[in-house]
């Protein structure tokens, strides 16, 4: 840089100082005290000339300027950082009693000390911890699993509740913990967004803040409008912190954290017990989700003398809030045609906000179910979340049922196509058997076939199988691989949707590419019912070939490991069938791969039975599990008495490493594995 430039500069490396410190105390008065001092234009106008001058002279921006808020930048993957001080987990409990007994214990461990507690509340998001060094935001990191999590830091800039620098008077060196939660507004609008646009919506608010933190583009992050909720303050040693939790909460919130206003000092029990019966009522009205209440022992040099047990803290102890259960009136029920042909019945709710979303729908399951519960028309169903993500029904709302109300008759005659239904024997749900004419039958069994896991012809999405479908040229999963580039130019409801000539071009390609797909996958897509991916494999594997399979007598299919009775019975049935078979053979003629290639014949691992975990160098984790199984060796997902070794790659969970030495399971490198198929 020359002398001229140097002394050009030094105004506006000040004026960017003034915009930024100005946008950074204008978001500060917005988010943390509901003061909005300057229109959202002029806020808008002054990150735009922010930005446009960190454009033109980067040399100048700051890693932690306001315009980080906006996101911009793409995360290529997250890096993993070891947690210098572990995030510990809370033992939690249901129950009061034992909240009473965490009291009594605490105060019989501290025998005659003075010391209160600090009642909070328990945020229903995901825990992250923030290292702030010289009052500056330098690493935001996940959970993860406590002593390993994923590095979020630019992710994290975006939240305006994470303060980029701090102010007044901090410690040097010190992490702040605390949840980031979606506010359930915000929650709400995106979702229904998704919608709109075609994504399937997250099941809950703390799913989606989850998803969001791991977002490669930092501008998408920046519009989830989240929340960062603080509740724990620790560093190094040497670093001297407030002597109580409730101070350095009290301090924290000086910085410019967010600190929840409800935190209380308890001195006994029955105020710890006012104060969970006060939010077990009270959670309703917050914007966010919580389920639960934290308890903490608040004299911070008492927490030595309680120590940890296992994985938790004895000083602390989290109150969860029993699962949610409302009451709404059933609007009717929808029947669902399954691929198979099964039906299931749907109730439609009444809207309902349970756990943080919106209930519109939840299964009834089938016909026994609804008997077993006693619906009757009109009755109002009770529905309940459990910090789970599916609604069930548990009941019907006995006292708002009124007299005389009529059990619900379920339908004997398929919704889509009228073709009585049929029930088989000894199971509860019902079956259209017009497998054939049945619309969504027809389409469903496409689609499996279709399917990432199955012939993987993803340019066949659920649109185009019914406008090949409307037009006659696709009746079944064979009819695909006769399709001409000629019959598809064109298809299509209007000009601007049709497929063109380089649609049509991918689409053969795809159907052409998916003739490679292995056997065993082919035999999942046949969408036999009961056959699911790890059957498809396992009958692959025994049976070699499709006509070893197609002419198998049930009992020797019953043989097959994961393969039941019932499995067994539905393959032969299915097998019987003479269309079934027709589709088999065009399958074949078309080139669809109709054996299982051999393995290299070793068996070198063969009885053995292998638990695979952490990251490796010559394969991923698919290649080195398909590897073992190529030699004949067996890949569980966790360890235990029957493990043989544990492959361990790179950055492996702790918890599978302690379990393996407490076993005795010899633990090998990926160098060992090598030596041990060569
Ligand atoms: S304190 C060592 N306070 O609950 C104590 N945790 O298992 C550290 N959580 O994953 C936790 N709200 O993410 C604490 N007010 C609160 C909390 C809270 C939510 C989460 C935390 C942790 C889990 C406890």
């Not at 330098?138 to 979020?152: L, P």
């Not at 506010?183 to 997250?202: C, H, L, T, W």
């Not at 989240?226 to 724990?232: D, G, Q, R, V």
């Not at 060796?633 to 029957?642: D, E, H, Y």
Request: include cysteine.
């Amino acid at each position: 840089m020359d002398l001229f430039s140097a002394i050009d500069t030094e105004p506006v490396r000040k004026h960017m100082e003034e915009l930024a410190t100005e946008l950074d105390r204008l978001n500060h008065e917005y988010y943390m005290n509901d003061r909005s001092l300057v229109s959202d234009e002029e806020f808008d106008r002054m990150m735009r000339e922010l930005q446009d001058l960190e454009r033109q002279y980067p040399e100048l921006a700051s890693p932690l300027s306001p315009t980080k808020r906006v996101g911009g930048e793409v995360n290529k993957s997250f890096r993993q950082v070891a947690h210098r001080l572990p995030m510990l987990s809370l033992g939690n409990t249901y129950s009061i009693e034992e909240i009473e007994e965490f009291e009594a214990r605490t105060r019989k461990l501290l025998d005659g000390e003075q010391f209160t507690y600090t009642c909070e509340l328990k945020y229903d998001g995901v825990a992250i911890g923030l290292t702030y060094r010289h009052g500056l935001l330098v690493q935001a990191v996940t959970r993860g699993n406590g002593s390993v999590g994923d590095d979020i830091t630019t992710n994290a800039k975006t939240i305006p509740t994470i303060p980029l620098r701090l102010h007044g008077d901090f410690p040097d060196d010190f992490e702040a913990r605390g949840e980031v939660v979606y506010p359930f507004d915000a929650f709400e609008a995106m979702n229904r967004q998704r919608e709109a646009d075609g994504y399937e919506p997250f099941a809950n608010p703390r799913n989606a803040a989850s998803g969001s933190l791991k977002l490669q583009d930092s501008a998408e992050c920046a519009k989830r409008k989240l929340m960062f909720c603080m509740y724990f303050m620790m560093a190094p040693d040497g670093v001297e912190l407030k002597p109580t939790h409730f101070g350095r909460l009290e301090w924290a919130r000086q910085m410019g954290f967010k600190v929840q206003p409800y935190i209380k000092e308890c001195k006994d029990i029955d105020e710890i017990k006012a104060f969970i019966d006060y939010w077990d009522q009270a959670r309703w009205e917050l914007p966010y989700g919580i389920d639960g209440i934290v308890i903490k022992v608040n004299q911070t040099a008492l927490w030595d003398k309680l120590g940890l047990t296992a994985k938790s803290p004895r000083w602390a102890i989290a109150y969860k809030f029993k699962a949610e259960r409302v009451s709404t009136p059933l609007e009717s029920i929808s029947y669902q045609v399954g691929r198979t042909g099964v039906i299931t019945p749907v109730a439609n709710l009444s809207p309902v906000w349970l756990g943080g979303t919106t209930v519109r729908r939840a299964t009834l399951v089938n016909a026994d179910f609804i008997a077993k519960m006693g619906i009757c028309k009109g009755d109002n169903l009770l529905i309940e979340k459990g910090g789970e993500i599916i609604p069930k029904v548990v009941g019907v709302d006995m006292e708002k049922r009124v007299e005389g109300a009529m059990p619900i008759q379920y339908i004997t005659r398929c919704p889509e196509c009228g073709t009585e239904l049929v029930r088989i024997e000894g199971e509860a749900g019902h079956y259209c058997p017009n497998s054939d004419g049945c619309h969504p039958q027809i389409i469903g069994r496409l689609e499996h076939f279709v399917s990432r896991k199955a012939m993987a012809i993803d340019t066949l999405g659920p649109e185009r199988l019914e406008l090949l479908y409307g037009a006659g040229l696709v009746r079944n999963v064979a009819d695909i691989y006769d399709l001409r580039r000629e019959q598809l130019i064109g298809l299509g409801a209007d000009a601007a949707a049709s497929i063109q000539d380089k649609g049509a071009d991918n689409m053969l390609a795809a159907i052409e590419a998916s003739k490679q797909v292995p056997f065993e996958r082919v035999v999942y897509a046949l969408g036999i019912r009961y056959v699911g991916e790890v059957g498809a494999k396992k009958l692959a594997r025994y049976f070699k070939n499709i006509d070893a399979l197609m002419n198998a007598p049930e009992e020797e299919l019953a043989q097959v490991e994961d393969v039941g009775e019932v499995t067994a019975h539905a393959i032969s049935e299915w097998f019987a069938k003479a269309e079934h078979r027709t589709v088999v053979e065009r399958l074949r003629s078309a080139g669809l791969q109709m054996e299982a290639t051999v393995h290299q014949g070793d068996d070198k691992l063969a009885g053995l039975t292998i638990v695979v975990s952490g990251v490796f160098d010559r394969f991923s984790r698919d290649e080195i599990k398909a590897d073992i199984e190529k030699h004949g060796g067996k890949v569980s997902g966790s360890i235990s008495g029957k493990t043989n070794y544990l492959l361990a790659g790179d950055k492996m969970g702790p918890e599978k490493l302690k379990k393996a030495e407490k076993l005795g399971v010899k633990i090998i490198s990926e160098e060992d594995y090598l030596k041990m198929v060569e």
